[in-house]
């Protein structure tokens, strides 16, 4: 029965400690660059874009379509280093838990 209540207070203590990393995850900045850093993106750890920023020498009509492929190459950028960001501060915190290679966790 001890082991029981002590498994108890573990639950409650990691169920808090991921609310604490969800929290840090969704405050995460993380700057994606495209195209030698003529198109800036900056995003969050829960992947809300925050600002976008081009370089005004792709203002031309003409460079329509490079435009358009720097900003989603910015995002892909930005969003994986969200995304390792998370994946380091998750296991930072499941160390020594038998989670599989590859598990995300619910966020």
């Not at 207070?9 to 808090?16: I, L, N, R, S, T």
């Not at 991921?18 to 850093?37: C, F, P, S, T, V």
């Not at 490079?66 to 995304?83: F, P, R, S």
């Amino acid at each position: 029965m001890r082991d029981l209540m002590g498994m108890m207070g573990k639950v409650k203590e990691m169920q808090a400690k991921m609310e604490q990393m969800q929290a840090e995850i969704a405050e995460l900045q993380a700057e994606g660059k495209a195209g030698g850093g003529l198109v800036t993106v900056v995003m969050n750890g829960k992947g809300e874009l925050k600002s976008l920023k081009i370089d005004p020498s792709l203002f031309k009509e003409d460079d329509v379509e490079i435009l358009e492929d720097l900003i989603v190459a910015a995002h892909k950028d930005a969003k994986d280093k969200a995304e390792a960001a998370a994946a380091e501060k998750t296991k930072a915190l499941t160390a020594g838990l038998p989670i599989p290679p590859g598990f995300k966790m619910p966020f």
